[in-house]
C-alpha cells in the first residue's frame, strides 16, 4: 500500500507504550490508558498515530522482542480496528512484522534497518520510515555523539547520502515509497544549532532523496536548550516544540511527529489557513 503524504503537513502524533520514554514513560504503559490517549490524539487531529514499545533514549533499557510486542502489539491491533492509520515504531523485523499483520500500515524504524538487517525483508506493503542514525544500538548510538568544541556536526547532505544507502538496501517497490527521517538528536548531540541546521534543510533533503521527509522534534533535548526551557516547563517544551515543527513545515518538512497534537494542529491551521 502507498501512502502519499496530502498537500498539507500530516500530524504524526506519539502513543508511547513504555515505562522509561523521556516525556511520558509510563503514562500510557497500560493498553487501555494507550488506546484512550490514540483515540485522544485523533480526536485532536493526528493523522497518525505511531505507537512505540521500547524507548530510544540514552537512558532507555533495551527490551526483548517478546516485551515489545505484548506493550504494543493489543494496542496496535484496537486503535487499527477503530479505524486509525497506525505506524509501529520499532527497530525489530519481528515486532514489525507482527505489527502489520495487526493493522498498522507504517514501520517507524529510527535505524534505517541497521539494527536488524532482517527488516528490510519484513516490510511488505507497508510504507517504511528510514530514520538517519550512526550505530548498531542505542547505546552505541548516543555513544558516539559529537562531543566536544571541535566536533563537526553532520550536515544535511551527509545525513542525505547515509539515507540514501539506507534506501537502496531496500527492496525497490519499498523504497519508492518509502519516507526519510534526518533523526533529529540521534547521534546528533543535544546542540540546537546542529539540530536546527538539519530540520531547516528538510526540504532540501526530500529533493535530494526525492521521499517524503518526517520530521521529529518534539520534546528533545536540543528543543529544551534552543528555546531556553526549563526542566519543569513542560507547557513551555510543547510550546517550543510546535515552533520547531512549524520551522520544519516551513522549510518543507511534509510529517510532523509529536506529543501535543492538539497543539500543533491548531498552529497548523493557523499556519497553513486550513
Known amino acids: 500500500m502507498t501512502i502519499i503524504p496530502t498537500t498539507r503537513p ?8 513504555t515505562p522509561d520514554s523521556f516525556s511520558d514513560g ?29 524507548a530510544t533514549n540514552p537512558r532507555a533499557i533495551a527490551v526483548t522482542a517478546d516485551e515489545e510486542l505484548r506493550r504494543a502489539l493489543p494496542v496496535v491491533e484496537r486503535l487499527a480496528a477503530a479505524g486509525a492509520m497506525v ?15 495487526a493493522g498498522a500500515r507504517i514501520i517507524n524504524d529510527v535505524s534505517g ?29 548516543f555513544a558516539s555523539e559529537p562531543m566536544g568544541p571541535t566536533a563537526r ?11 540514501a544507502a539506507r534506501l537502496a538496501a ?12 534526518p ?34 522534534a518534539s520534546r528533545k533535548r536540543f528543543v529544551r536548550r534552543a528555546f531556553g526551557v526549563r526542566d519543569d516547563d513542560a507547557a513551555g517544551l510543547d510550546a517550543a516544540s510546535v515552533s520547531a515543527s512549524l520551522e520544519a513545515i516551513a522549510a518543507g518538512a511534509n510529517v510532523v511527529r509529536v506529543h501535543n497534537v492538539a497543539l500543533l494542529r491548531t498552529a497548523v491551521a493557523l499556519y497553513t489557513k486550513e
Not at 534497518?113 to 552505541?140: C, K, N, Q, V, W
Not at 556536526?153 to 539515507?163: F, K, N
Not at 531496500?170 to 527521517?181: C, F, G
Open 183 to 216: 533523526g533529529l538528536g540521534f547521534g546528533k548531540g543535544a546542540d540546537p544549532d546542529a539540530n536546527l541546521a538539519l530540520l531547516r534543510h528538510a526540504g532540501d533533503l526530500g529533493a535530494r532523496l526525492g521521499r517524503p521527509v518526517v520530521i521529529g
Open 26 to 54: 509510563g503514562q500510557f504503559l497500560d493498553p487501555d490508558a494507550a488506546v484512550a490517549h490514540g483515540l485522544q490524539l485523533l480526536r485532536d487531529g493526528a493523522d497518525i498515530l505511531d505507537v512505540g514499545g521500547e
Open 10 to 17: 500530516l500530524v504524526m502524533g506519539v502513543v508511547n507504550v
Open 87 to 101: 505506524s509501529i515504531d520499532t527497530t525489530k523485523a519481528v515486532v514489525a512484522r507482527a505489527a502489520v499483520a
Open 153 to 163: 556536526p553532520l550536515d544535511w547532505a551527509t545525513v542525505a547520502a547515509e539515507l
Open 113 to 141: 534497518g541497521l539494527f536488524d538487517p532482517d527488516m528490510a525483508d519484513a516490510i511488505g506493503d507497508a510504507t517504511y520510515i528510514a530514520g538517519h542514525l550512526r550505530g548498531r544500538s542505542i547505546a552505541e548510538v
Open 170 to 181: 531496500l527492496p525497490a517497490t519499498a523504497r519508492e515509497r518509502a519516507w526519510v527521517d
